[in-house]
C-alpha cells in the first residue's frame, strides 16, 4: 500500500490527474475487501485492485468519467454473472478524483505575484516562469512550487503540460508576451490567458498569424484575461484571473453572477 501511496503523492506533485477507488463496504462473499484501493491515471492505467472480473473494469470506466468532472462518484455492485463474479455477495466503491491543476505563470512582476498567492488558495500548484533569476524566486513567490528562470524558449521548453495545465501570460513585454502565447499554443493546456488591452493582444495576433498560427488556434485564447469585475489593482486583477481559471476548470462558463440581474424598483 505504501508504493501506492507514493505513486499519488509522485503523481500530484508532477501535476498528473488520476482517480483513486476505494472498496468502502462488503456484503456477503466477495474477493474485494473493504480498504482495497486502485489508482486509475489519466492514460487509463491502473495500480493496485478492486477485486478483478468486471467489476474492476466498470469502476476503471467510472474513474475516467471522475476525472473529466472532478466529481467523486459513489458505485454498488452486485456480483453476480454481469459483472463477472458468481460471490453473490455486494460491493459499494467510492472514487474520488485526485486531480492537482497545473498553472503555468509566465511572467515574474506584480501582477504574478497576486496571481500566485490566490491560485495556491484555490489549490493550484503553480510554476513561475521569467528570464529573470532574481524575480522568478522563492523569495517573491513562497507559494510557489516550481520557479524557473533563463531564457524564455530554453525554460518553456522544459516545462511538461497536459490537459489538466493552465497557463497565464503576464510578462512585462509584448515579444515575451508573444513568445509565451506561441509556445502555450502548441500544448495541450486546458486553458490559456494573456493579459493585455485589446490593441496589444490584436497586434500579438498578427505577428503570430505571419508566422503560421491559424485562428482556431488563436481561438483558445481567454484575452483580455479575466473575468469583468471592474478589477483596477493587482490583486483585484488576479482574482478576477483566477475566478476565470476555476470557472474553466468546473465547467461553468462565464461565471456570470450568482445574483443574475440587480432587481428593480
Not at 73 to 83: C, D, G, K, M, V
Not at 108 to 113: E, L, N, R
Not at 149 to 166: D, H, K, Q
Request: aromatic content about 4%; hydrophobic content about 40%; charged content about 25%.
Amino acid at each position: 500500500m505504501s508504493d501506492l501511496f507514493d505513486l499519488i503523492a509522485d503523481l500530484r506533485r508532477r501535476g498528473e490527474p488520476a482517480a483513486l477507488a476505494t472498496v468502502i463496504r462488503v456484503r456477503g462473499s466477495s474477493p474485494g475487501k473493504e480498504a482495497m484501493k486502485m489508482l486509475v491515471r489519466n492514460d487509463g492505467s491502473i495500480a493496485g485492485s478492486v477485486g478483478g472480473g468486471c467489476l474492476e473494469a466498470d469502476v476503471r470506466e467510472a474513474a475516467r468519467e471522475v476525472l473529466v468532472t472532478e466529481r467523486p462518484r459513489l458505485l454498488e455492485f452486485s456480483l453476480t454473472e454481469e459483472t463477472g463474479l458468481l460471490c453473490g455477495g455486494k460491493v459499494e466503491v467510492f472514487v474520488e478524483p485526485l486531480t492537482v491543476p497545473v498553472l503555468v505563470l509566465c511572467g515574474a512582476g506584480h501582477v504574478s505575484k497576486a496571481v500566485a498567492s490566490v491560485a495556491d488558495l484555490a489549490g493550484f500548484r503553480t510554476i513561475v516562469v521569467d528570464d529573470r533569476a532574481d524575480f522568478a524566486c522563492a523569495e517573491h513567490f513562497p507559494t510557489a512550487a516550481e520557479c524557473r528562470a533563463g531564457p524564455w524558449e530554453e525554460v518553456l521548453a522544459g516545462i511538461e503540460t497536459g490537459e489538466n495545465s493552465y497557463v497565464v501570460i503576464v510578462t512585462r513585454g509584448h515579444k515575451m508576451d508573444g513568445a509565451c502565447l506561441e509556445w502555450a499554443l502548441g500544448t495541450p493546456s486546458r486553458y490559456v490567458g494573456m493579459i493585455g488591452s485589446k490593441r496589444k493582444i490584436r497586434a500579438i495576433y498578427d505577428d503570430l498569424k505571419e508566422n503560421g498560427v491559424g485562428d482556431d488556434a488563436l481561438e483558445r485564447v481567454h484575452a483580455p484575461i479575466g473575468l469583468d469585475i471592474g478589477a483596477q489593482t493587482a490583486e483585484e486583477i488576479a482574482v478576477a484571473i483566477v475566478g476565470e481559471l476555476i470557472a474553466v476548470r468546473r465547467g461553468t462558463g462565464s461565471g456570470s453572477s450568482l445574483s443574475g440581474p440587480a432587481a428593480s424598483g
